[in-house]
């Protein structure tokens, strides 16, 4: 079956650094953008990384830029997201995702403690 799985969620106190990972089953991420999309407790969806299969280009909002970094590793069919400084407006559930065939993983928890 065709899913994105994502791991590395976790408990963190703030400027500590976490790596999410995003395992793909039956799927390439060769010929895909790539995303990495995140909601606040109680706020709507926040695009937090772009990646493009090939050229490798990334895009990173405001918020993230300098802090975070998405890359993939076609091999593993595997995408990550670096985050480090984490600070608690980083609190949120963190999804990987193909925009262009609409596919989603389930999520990970990131909590940024106080």
């Known amino acids: 079956q065709v899913q994105l799985v994502e791991s590395g969620g976790g408990l963190v106190q703030p400027g500590g650094s976490l790596r999410l990972s995003c395992a793909a089953s039956?799927?390439?991420?060769?010929?895909?953008?790539m995303s990495w999309v995140r909601q606040p407790p109680g706020k709507g969806l926040e695009w937090v990384s772009n990646?493009?299969?090939?050229?490798?280009?990334?895009y990173y909002p405001d918020s993230v830029k300098g802090r975070f970094t998405i890359s993939m590793d076609n091999a593993k069919n595997t995408l990550y997201l670096q985050m480090n400084s984490l600070q608690p407006e980083d609190a949120a559930l963190y999804y990987c995702?193909?925009?262009?065939?609409?596919?989603w993983g389930q999520g990970t928890q990131v909590t940024v403690s106080s």
């Open positions: 995702a193909s925009p262009g065939s609409g596919l």
């Open positions: 039956a799927f390439t991420f060769g010929a895909y953008y």
């Open positions: 990646i493009k299969a090939g050229p490798g280009t990334t």
